[in-house]
């Protein structure tokens, strides 16, 4: 084989070898790359996605909480179904929420990761406290079908409670979600960021 096309091909080879190793031409290793104003752009909408979330899945916990207290002590099978269909749409927006507070984190840069970080572990807890409010309407309005008013009345103080606190934890998880998207959009609008290291959300 000719001398030229046997050092052509021995350049060409070392040419991917460098490629995937990740160096330049020169040998060296590429330059980290730095998130770009669109990488940042939907790290912001994201969190700002999830806030108006944990807005509605707040309004829903405290319209829930609010529906529990209706006419305290005098719990019927109407009064009973309509607790549980109110917690159980607060249920679904905190599962919403969370979905979108887990997006947000995973999207998150710099200082919006740890913000981003503490508004899902905030929706988590709110999603347990609501579901466990709809569990509890459940079982009121089971017993307020089949037995004694008095019996009816236990668990609905339960429920109430339980509603109580899952606003509370809802009304958390939307303030977290609020500090996040501000930090995003501070992200955004800052020249030069550079990237968090990856992090992967806990359970």
Avoid: H, W, Y
Avoid at 39 to 65: G, I, L, Y
Avoid at 169 to 186: C, F, I, L, S
Wanted: charged share 30%.
């Amino acid at each position: 084989m000719p001398k030229k096309i046997l050092i052509a091909l021995l350049a060409l080879a070392l040419g991917f070898a460098s490629s995937a190793a990740g160096l330049d031409p020169a040998g060296q290793l590429s330059p980290a790359s730095t998130p770009t104003q669109k990488t940042k752009d939907a790290a912001s909408k994201a969190a700002q996605e999830a806030q108006r979330a944990a807005k509605k899945a707040a309004d829903a916990a405290n319209a829930a909480a609010e529906q529990g207290k209706v006419n305290a002590g005098k719990i019927s099978k109407a009064l009973a179904e309509a607790i549980r269909l109110a917690a159980k749409k607060a249920a679904e927006a905190a599962r919403r929420f969370e979905a979108k507070a887990s997006e947000s984190s995973a999207m998150a840069l710099d200082a919006g990761k740890e913000a981003a970080n503490v508004a899902l572990e905030e929706g988590r807890k709110a999603t347990k406290a609501s579901e466990e409010a709809l569990r509890r309407a459940e079982e009121t309005a089971r017993i307020a079908a089949q037995s004694t008013q008095e019996e009816a009345e236990k668990a609905a103080q339960a429920t109430r409670e339980a509603l109580e606190a899952a606003a509370e934890a809802t009304g958390r998880a939307a303030q977290a979600a609020r500090d996040a998207a501000a930090k995003a959009v501070e992200t955004a609008r800052r020249p030069g960021s550079s990237p968090a290291a990856p992090q992967s959300p806990g359970k």
